[in-house]
């Protein structure tokens, strides 16, 4: 079982899926099945891992035009972590990283705003710790062009400090 990506409704003082929060980035997905242990995963995972993780369960051979990469070894209970960070966009005005240490760096590039979030501390993400000048923000930065560099993103900004 999963869904769509979740409508702010008012969170933050949106409406909408236009934003990188985790009210609407996070969707439902649930898993059920032989050889899948009961219980609860952090392991963070991509929608379009969905495909590959259902052949592997599957035995079926992922074919080889798939880009998403199988979570299955999760599922088994083989690993516990999937992704070391997965990565959101929207449009042309928000990029955004999230680690499996509970981070999340959301930029601005149209405003050159940058929000940073300790997720574990403030699940609601109502800290923004980027004005600071946090330790993380110049990691986290440096991770998100390396990452839009690898995706070719038309725009790519200089995130260096």
């Known amino acids: 079982f999963t869904s769509d990506h979740g409508l702010a409704a008012g969170s933050h003082g949106l409406c909408g899926k236009q934003n990188q929060y985790d009210h609407t980035l996070r969707v439902p997905l649930l ?66 990283i999230e680690t499996d240490d509970g981070w999340k760096l959301v930029s601005y590039p149209k405003s050159d705003r940058w929000q940073l979030f300790d997720l574990r501390a403030d699940p609601m993400e109502c800290n923004d710790l980027a004005k600071d000048g946090h330790p993380r923000l110049a990691e986290l930065k440096a991770r998100l062009k390396t990452w839009q560099e690898s995706m070719r993103d038309p725009i790519l900004r200089n995130t260096e400090e």
């Open 31 to 96: 898993i059920s099945g032989p050889g899948i242990l009961a219980g609860r995963t952090t392991a963070m995972v991509y929608l379009r891992e969905l495909f590959p993780t259902s052949c592997d369960l599957a035995g079926i051979e992922i074919p080889p035009s798939v880009t998403g990469r199988s979570f299955a070894d999760v599922l088994r209970g083989e690993s516990e972590g999937h992704h070391e960070a997965v990565f959101g966009c929207f449009t042309d005005s928000q990029r955004s």
